[in-house]
């Protein structure tokens, strides 16, 4: 049996934005207009942006077990190019990961806890049948 540990991350990531997609969970207004950090240059080129960051997400909880928007926010940072100074790190926007949980809660993939924000059953079921289908 295929597990999502088994499967390369870009294509379960693409998988499971393909089935969020068909559930119907709407983006809010304000996402293609945005950069996902301090650290980009531009907004995100991907038409189907949202959907990406929300099976990014739901990895990271199947992995992790519970996450919370710091830890997302570290996880999907990067490097400030700052001209001729060095470079540093920068944490993501939290505003798009926290909508993103959000949406993932009321669509009945994620709960919500006390310390954080974990995987359901039904989470695990989708990345499970996308993990499947990208195998």
Do not use: C
């Amino acid at each position: 049996m295929v597990t999502v540990y088994d499967v390369v991350p870009n294509k379960l990531v693409a998988k499971t934005a393909a089935k969020l997609e068909g559930m119907g969970i709407v983006p809010p207004a304000w996402v293609g207009t945005v950069k996902s950090g301090s650290h980009t240059e531009r907004m995100p080129q991907q038409k189907n942006f949202w959907y990406i960051r929300l099976a990014a997400i739901l990895r990271n909880a199947y992995i992790n077990g519970k996450v919370g928007t710091s830890s997302l926010r570290s996880h999907f940072g990067g490097k400030k190019i700052r001209g001729v100074r060095p470079e540093k790190k920068r944490k993501a926007g939290g505003a798009i990961i926290r909508k993103g949980m959000q949406a993932l809660e009321k669509a009945g993939l994620m709960v919500k806890r006390k310390t954080g924000r974990e995987i359901t059953p039904a989470g695990k079921k989708l990345l499970d049948a996308a993990a499947k289908e990208a195998s």
